[in-house]
């Protein structure tokens, strides 16, 4: 129903088998989609590597996203092997430790400038370089979460990068929609992560979720991959900017 049967894609942020990343490249790869992996430098390769050779990923490319000259080396890459870029997915966050686990008002200039530039402002550059790709249209998928637009216990400085990463969506889902370009945002629940373990407190966290979601169940990374395939497809080209909650009612409970 939503083959993507010769697309191409574009995977940014593959870390590990829990990743989000991985649950969205294994469900474009299921589909059809050819993939694009990247991964973040010489101590993550032996990890990525693997992952996406049981993808059959066809580039797999070394990528900072602080560093300019491998961004432009990765869509150099794909304009020259493929010709275009049909969907990419962003699935990467940071924050320097200390500027996390403390207070948001106490945060560093340098730390929230880094957070920022990293987890949202690296989007947009990415989507500008896919932008020439899709000629005919195409999808650009982020990840955030619902300490964007709620004070969640432990989230932090992470909150306000969150939310505004949700607004670069719209601003860029309405910039690019009468070029046949969606922009969307993927919001899980609280789930378990490499990433997410640098949250404090983020096992009760877990379990209070689990507990508090009308299906009493965690979203799973195959759950977000499931959507993120979906909004890939035709069958939702006319959806756009929009957040999508993945985490089995656990936002709508009080």
């Known amino acids: 129903m939503n083959s993507l049967s010769g697309t191409k894609a574009l995977v940014v942020g593959v870390a590990n088998e829990q990743s989000i990343a991985w649950g969205c490249a294994r469900a474009l790869r299921d589909a059809g989609a050819e993939l694009a992996i990247t991964y973040l430098d010489a101590r993550a390769e032996p990890f990525v590597r693997p992952l996406a050779a049981r993808l059959g990923a066809r580039i797999v490319a070394p990528l900072d996203v602080r560093d300019n000259g491998q961004m432009d080396a990765l869509f150099a890459e794909i304009a020259a092997r493929w010709g275009r870029l049909d969907t990419l997915v962003h699935s990467i966050a940071f924050a320097p430790r200390d500027d996390l686990h403390g207070r948001v008002i106490d ?3 340098d730390g929230f400038a880094l957070a920022m530039d990293i987890s949202v402002h ?12 899709m000629p005919d249209g195409g999808t650009c998928m982020t990840v955030s979460f619902q300490g964007s637009s709620r004070v969640v216990h432990n989230y932090n400085l992470m909150g306000p990068v969150k939310a505004a990463l949700e607004s670069t969506v719209r601003y860029a889902a309405a910039e690019l929609g009468e070029k046949g370009i969606s922009v969307h945002a993927l919001s899980p629940g609280p789930l378990q992560t490499r990433a997410a373990s640098g949250i404090a407190e983020f096992d009760a966290m877990l379990n209070a979720a689990a507990a508090r979601a009308p299906t009493h169940q965690l979203a799973s990374i195959e759950d977000v991959g499931a959507f993120a395939a979906f909004l890939a497809s035709r069958n939702a080209a006319n959806v756009t900017g929009g957040v999508h909650t993945i985490d089995g009612g656990y936002s709508i409970v009080a």
């Open 122 to 133: 690296s989007f947009l550059r990415m989507i500008r370089r896919a932008e020439p790709l």
């Open 107 to 109: 945060c560093s200039a």
